[in-house]
């Protein structure tokens, strides 16, 4: 068994940054991948960046190339999201989700066996 939890959610203005932090706890998964999906309010949950942890693979969403960064830190099971200049439309709850199989549909929500209970953005205009 698995527990995801996040944290580093907030408001934040336009143009800010902020750091999410998903902390694993259970079983050991270094060959596994993680993701981070986001769910804005009466919308889908989509995704927005994973990383594979034996080769550190990363895939971002079109959406926050260039301003969202993921990292991990093995050792400690944690995933980063750095996101910066963030925008309104970045508002949403975000999800840390880790996928058992490593599967090559890294952007589909399907294929995460586990997920965190979801840590709250807000950007104000």
């Known amino acids: 068994q698995v527990q995801l939890v996040e944290s580093g959610g907030g408001l934040v203005q336009a143009g800010g940054s902020l750091r999410l932090s998903c902390a694993a706890s259970g079983r050991t998964f270094s060959s596994y991948a993680m993701g981070w999906f986001r769910q804005a309010p009466g919308k889908e949950r989509v995704f927005v960046v994973s990383i594979n942890w034996s080769g550190g693979s990363t895939h971002y969403a079109d959406s926050v190339k260039g301003r969202f960064t993921i990292s991990t830190d093995n050792a400690k099971k944690m995933v980063y999201l750095q996101m910066n200049s963030l925008k309104p439309d970045d508002t949403a709850v975000y999800y840390c989700?880790?996928?058992?199989?490593?599967?090559?549909?890294?952007?589909?929500?399907?294929?995460?066996?586990?997920w965190g209970q979801g840590t709250q953005v807000t950007v104000s205009s």
């Open positions: 989700a880790l996928d058992l199989h490593g599967s090559k549909w890294y952007n589909s929500p399907d294929v995460y066996d586990y």
